[in-house]
C-alpha cells in the first residue's frame, strides 16, 4: 500500500496514495493533500499517479518548483518514484514509501507481543531492556537516587 509520509506538528503521518486515480498536492481546497499557510506553494504544486510502471510524480509548473531528493524537476515533468524519494514542495517534505503498512502491521505485532508478554506477569521495563539489550534502570547500581526539591 503506497503512501506519502509527512510531519506535522512534530508527528509524522501518513497520506495513502490512491492507485485509481491522480492525487493533487498545493494550497487549493479542492486538492487532493491542501498544503496551508506556506506561500512557496502554488495553487496545484504537483500530483502523484499511478500508471503501468509505478507510481510517478508530475511536477504541475510550480512557481517555486518541486524537488526530489534536493533535485528541482523540471516544469511538466514525470519522474518514477522509488521507495524513501523525498519530495519537497515551499517548506513541506514528503517521504514517498510502497510498504508503510507493512511497517506498520510489523509494530501492531510487536506491540501484541508486548501486551501478551505483560498479560503473562512480565513486566514493561524488562521487556523493553530485553528489546533494547541494555540493563533495566533499578538493576544499575551506580544511578544516582532521584532528588526531591520542596516547592518554593
Known amino acids: 500500500m503506497p503512501y506519502i ?17 491522480m492525487s493533487v498536492f ?13 506561500s512557496l506553494v502554488s495553487r496545484e ?10 507510481f510517478s510524480i508530475i511536477e504541475l509548473g510550480a512557481s517555486n518548483g ?4 534536493d533535485k528541482r524537476l523540471e516544469a511538466n515533468s514525470i519522474v518514477l518514484l522509488k521507495d524513501g524519494d523525498k519530495i519537497r514542495a515551499g517548506k513541506q517534505e514528503f517521504i514517498f514509501r510502497l510498504n508503510v503498512a ?7 505485532s510487536a506491540m501484541s507481543d508486548v ?9 514493561y ?10 540493563p533495566k534502570a533499578s538493576s544499575n547500581k551506580h544511578q544516582a537516587p532521584p532528588t526531591v526539591r ?3
Not at 509524522?12 to 485509481?20: G, M, S, T
Not at 521495563?125 to 541494555?134: P, Q, R
Open 5 to 21: 509520509s509527512y510531519t506535522d506538528k512534530g508527528i509524522i503521518k501518513y497520506f495513502k496514495l490512491a492507485e485509481d486515480k
Open 26 to 38: 498545493g494550497r487549493e481546497e479542492h486538492v487532493d493533500f491542501q498544503i496551508r499557510n506556506d
Open 45 to 54: 504544486h504537483f500530483s502523484i499517479e499511478k500508471d503501468r510502471y509505478g
Open 66 to 69: 518541486t524537488f526530489l531528493n
Open 102 to 108: 507493512t511497517k506498520m502491521e510489523n509494530t501492531k
Open 115 to 123: 501486551l501478551k508478554q505483560m498479560s503473562q506477569g512480565k513486566g
Open 125 to 134: 521495563d524488562t521487556i523493553m531492556s530485553e528489546i533494547l539489550g541494555k
Open 150 to 152: 520542596p516547592k518554593s
